[in-house]
């Protein structure tokens, strides 16, 4: 693609970003739509997080992702929160508006539409959340009005419990409940949807998983995985060897970054896009 005057910026903040596959994701749609944008990664240090919002501004960078440690620190420096992100408490994504920039939650959708494209039911699902971190979160608020249920699991269980409460106000019914972790036995059900939330089994810690027990995956129809690397988890080697349909979270990484790139530029991205650009992660990976 061809930089000239009229090239638009977008990028990614956090710390670190040098791994981020999020370039690949914005620069193959630009390309594939004939959007004159560039996608850049820029490590921002946490003293200069205001700063780098503010920078941004004046340099007239159109949209930028927000990733670890900023999701919820870059909120003070927004000139407006969509409703969504406001209710997570966590932005991923900033769209330049009046006067700075206005963020959103595109980790929320964008883990329905991973699911939708994997053809994994959500709707009235009995659902198990493993973890009660930001990602955990997301995916609490995302199910809320569409799970049967919703069981959070935690180490921490006073984490899973707080957002098992904000959920049922947020939905207006009690659809959520929590559970420590190591007390997974008391889980009567038997056809659960379950997402992995927890950072267990990530590269290069890959021989872990938070449920060590088959008898537990014997209760589990989907593992909805948000790890990609590695790319088969051992978490998702558990679902399969007892017999459950098993994903992991590249599909994640792609819709959240899809959304994010429908913000930005104003058009949707049709599936066959959204394809070819899975492939390219895929190579990447
Ligand atoms: P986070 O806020 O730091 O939360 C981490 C979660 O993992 C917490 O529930 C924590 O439990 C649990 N955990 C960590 N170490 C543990 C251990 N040794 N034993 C038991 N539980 C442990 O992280 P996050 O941002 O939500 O991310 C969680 C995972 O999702 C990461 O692996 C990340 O790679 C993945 N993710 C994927 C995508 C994607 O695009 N595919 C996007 C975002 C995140 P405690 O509360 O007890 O500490």
């Known amino acids: 693609m ?3 005057g009229k090239t638009e910026v977008c990028g990614l903040i956090g710390n670190p970003v040098e791994h981020t596959l999020s370039p690949v994701i914005h620069n193959t749609l630009a390309e594939l739509m004939g959007i004159n944008m560039v996608y850049l990664p820029f490590p921002v240090s946490s003293e200069h997080l205001q700063e780098a919002v503010k920078g941004a501004e004046a340099l007239h960078i159109k949209g930028l992702n927000v990733t670890v440690p900023y999701k919820e620190k870059v909120l003070p420096w ?14 991923n994504t900033l769209e330049a508006a009046a006067g700075g920039y206005k ?7 964008g883990l329905y539409r991973a699911m939708i494209s994997d053809d994994v039911r959500v709707d009235g699902a009995e659902a198990l959340i493993l973890g009660a971190g930001g990602v955990a979160r997301a995916a609490a608020f995302m199910l809320a009005d569409k799970a049967g ?6 180490r921490t269980p006073e984490k899973a419990w707080a957002i098992a409460k ?13 559970l420590e972790a190591e007390r997974y036995r008391e889980l009567s059900g038997k056809d ?14 890959t021989e872990r998983a938070l449920i060590e027990d088959q008898d537990f995956y014997r209760k589990v129809r989907v593992g909805y995985e948000l790890i ?7 978490f998702m080697q558990m679902v399969e060897a007892a017999g459950g349909r098993a994903f992991n979270g590249l599909k994640l990484l792609l819709y959240q970054g899809i959304i ?8 949707e991205v049709t599936k066959e896009q959204a394809d070819l650009v899975y492939g390219r992660l895929v190579e990447k990976l």
């Open 2 to 4: 061809e930089i000239n």
């Open 78 to 91: 927004l000139v407006e929160v969509d409703e969504a992100a406001r209710v997570i408490g966590a932005v």
């Open 103 to 109: 963020g959103y939650n595109t980790d929320m959708p």
């Open 149 to 154: 249920k919703i069981t959070i699991l935690n």
């Open 166 to 178: 904000e959920v049922n106000r947020y939905a207006g019914r009690q659809v959520a409940e929590a």
């Open 192 to 205: 659960y949807l379950v997402i992995q939330a927890t950072n267990l089994g990530m590269y290069p810690d």
């Open 228 to 234: 990609y690397n590695p790319f088969r988890t051992r």
């Open 260 to 267: 994010a790139f429908e913000i930005w530029n104003h058009c």
